[in-house]
């Protein structure tokens, strides 16, 4: 687990990308946009107007001007420019949620309490190679006269009575709730997840026109079929809780009943245990493969993506070593796979409790033949390996760090 520095700081970029979701989601319809990290955090584009927002936690932080002023004199800065026809002029907006120290700001703003909290500043600075403290008045500099400052304050909105983050969170999860009817669960771990990456992916990209978005594409975006695990947010969730609910969610049923289940797990060449994945392969044997007392008898499919083929080969023999019965769907030596011969269900005269697929090529046979009977369980590393895109199966798709995090899973 990271240290409290650090999931601090996670929590102080998160409540940032939050807060995009949060004015997409909220936007009035589907053209208007926002831009992240613009002119400020975000700027948001509606058909009448633009604002640019800047956004910030200030969890265990006591409010004083100093925390916000250099900010209005950036503000102040881009108003400048705006003034000399050198900008489109806009709405500002400071948001921000602190601990305490609220009452220490008086709004509506005035002229006299702008010049004096915000724009009025002493900075150590060298003259002469000695430095001295050098007193700065901020809207002198700029040759910025009261009713233009008086036209500033129009435009700027200061908010420090934000959401509190898990407040802005929860806000999140009903309006995905609300857009796409849907679920707690589906909201947070599909469409939360999927936003947070389409935010993410914007951000860092250095091309300015490509990290505008409208709503419509946004919703189009993030509306997938697929679980995405974002480094982060399992830090801020805690893995312990996030993988409970992955496994409440999709494999707390005890009564488990037919289906064709089919397990996709990657190793990583660099770390792989064998006696790692045999302990995770027991485990889904003891769940999911139901032969006795069962008017159909089933037992899961696994395929190990990354895997020499050697390798598959000493793991199916130290199976057998076992007792455990497996097919692989080859018949005798020398033929090719036959996917009718490996969904063959077992039976207590030939009790197999796990069907191999050796290859991707494999599975795309097999489910043919299986179909809507059939459920797609995918555990990957980095990237999805496998996407059998059929509105009849079930595919869910897990990213995880490594074989053990599966076990606390399935």
């Given at each position: 687990?990271?240290?409290?520095?650090?999931?601090?700081?996670?929590?102080?970029?998160?409540?940032?990308?939050?807060?995009?979701?949060?004015?997409?989601?909220?936007?009035?319809?589907?053209?208007?946009?926002?831009?992240?990290?613009?002119?400020?955090?975000?700027?948001?584009?509606?058909?009448?107007?633009?604002?640019?927002?800047?956004?910030?936690?200030?969890?265990?932080?006591?409010?004083?001007?100093?925390?916000?002023?250099?900010?209005?004199?950036?503000?102040?800065?881009?108003?400048?420019?705006?003034?000399?026809?050198?900008?489109?002029?806009?709405?500002?907006?400071?948001?921000?949620?602190?601990?305490?120290?609220?009452?220490?700001?008086?709004?509506?703003?005035?002229?006299?309490?702008?010049?004096?909290?915000?724009?009025t500043y002493t900075r150590t600075e060298k003259i002469n190679s000695v430095p001295t403290k050098v007193k700065h008045l901020h809207h002198n500099e700029l040759t910025l006269n009261d009713a233009e400052l008086n036209e500033f304050i129009g435009l700027l909105e200061i908010d420090i009575h934000a959401f509190e983050f898990e407040k802005q969170f929860k806000e999140i999860i009903s309006l995905f709730k609300t857009v796409f009817t849907c679920t707690d669960f589906t909201s947070e771990f599909y469409f939360y997840n999927s936003a947070l990456r389409v935010i993410r992916d914007i951000s860092k990209d250095s091309n300015q026109s490509n990290r505008n978005i409208t709503k419509g594409e946004f919703l189009k975006r993030v509306n997938n079929s697929k679980i995405l695990f974002n480094e982060w947010y399992v830090v801020i969730k805690g893995e312990k809780a996030h993988y409970s609910n992955l496994r409440k969610e999709y494999f707390s049923n005890v009564n488990i009943l037919f289906k064709e289940r089919f397990f996709l797990f990657e190793i990583d060449p660099r770390s792989y245990s064998r006696s790692d994945l045999k302990t995770l392969l027991n485990l889904v044997i003891k769940n999911y493969a139901k032969i006795i007392n069962q008017p159909t008898p089933f037992c899961p499919y696994i395929y190990i993506h990354g895997i020499d083929n050697l390798e598959l080969i000493e793991l199916k023999k130290d199976l057998t070593d076992d007792e455990i019965i497996i097919s692989d769907g080859f018949d005798f030596e020398g033929a090719n796979f036959n996917s009718k011969s490996i969904i063959k269900k077992p039976a207590l005269s030939n009790p197999i409790k796990l069907k191999f697929l050796n290859k991707i090529d494999f599975l795309d046979e097999t489910l043919a033949i299986t179909g809507r009977r059939s459920e797609i369980y995918q555990f990957y590393l980095n990237n999805i390996f496998f996407d059998y895109s059929s509105s009849s199966v079930k595919e869910v798709k897990i990213q995880v760090e490594n074989l053990n995090i599966i076990k606390n899973i399935v």
């Open positions: 687990m990271a240290d409290r520095t650090a999931i601090d700081t996670i929590r102080g970029y998160f409540y940032q990308f939050d807060y995009s979701i949060f004015s997409l989601l909220n936007l009035s319809n589907d053209s208007e946009s926002i831009l992240v990290e613009g002119i400020e955090d975000i700027d948001i584009k509606t058909a009448t107007e633009t604002t640019a927002i800047q956004c910030k936690y200030y969890e265990k932080t006591e409010y004083n001007h100093s925390v916000i002023a250099e900010p209005i004199r950036l503000m102040l800065n881009h108003f400048k420019e705006v003034k000399l026809g050198n900008q489109v002029s806009i709405k500002y907006k400071l948001r921000g949620y602190y601990k305490s120290g609220h009452s220490k700001l008086s709004l509506p703003l005035n002229i006299q309490n702008l010049k004096d909290h915000f724009l």
